[in-house]
């Protein structure tokens, strides 16, 4: 997540989340299906617990994720899913990254293309932007009443957090790659709720963009998620404050 606020930008993707949940669960039962390729148990799948984990906090029904990975490790018959990444750069230059799960890298390649052309942006090269993000775990949970901030964050921290942040609404952790699951079972263990637990892709530096510009990049994140085939965009564009979808 990016911009001038991450949480910003998760409301509008958890609102997006509410509005096309069959949609949602199509491309999470894709990274099930891809992640199920290492083995069906999640105790010797790391992946593939996260991504369980992952596909119940978006409430998915329990048989949809067991069909999901018995299509990925070849008990039931299924489409062959490809990792794929795109990169590139939208108006004004707000560099972004395309994450897709497809079968058909042609077709995927053609509409991330489009997408980025009428938008004014161009594909780039691979490792043309990614070299301005980082891998990360990051850990969304709301903020209540009987949340103190201080102990929240010796908890998050005593863990094995990375870092911690707390805005407006909800705590925002960060964590290694490495440690992101046993972070997230051990805070859910403690009857934690989260918002989002994932495995996201956080930019180095941000570019600020007006509220014109703004409108434009966050149009073309729409028309990119809007593809069954992309899973996740990144990007590091600064909205204004007083941005709102």
Sequence with gaps: MSGHSKWHNIQ?????IDAQRGKIFTKIGKEIAIAAKDGSNPDTNSKLRDVIAKAKSNNMPQDTINR???KGSGEMEGLNYEEVTYEGYGPSGVAIIVKALTDN??????????????????LGANGCVGYMFHTKGQIIIEKTDDMDEDDMMMKAL???AEDFEAQDEVFEITTTIEDFGDVRDSL??????????DI????????????ETAEKVQKLIDKLEDDDDVQNVYHNADFPDEFDD
């Design 200 to 211: 996201i892709m956080i930019p180095d530096t941000l570019t600020a963009v007006d509220m």
């Design 68 to 70: 999901a990975i018995k």
């Design 105 to 122: 890298k042609n077709r995927t390649a053609g509409n991330v293309r489009t997408a980025f052309t009428r938008s004014g942006g161009n």
């Design 12 to 16: 509008a993707k958890k609102g997006k």
């Design 158 to 160: 005593d863990v094995g």
């Design 188 to 197: 859910e263990s403690q009857g934690f709720k989260f918002i989002s637990a």
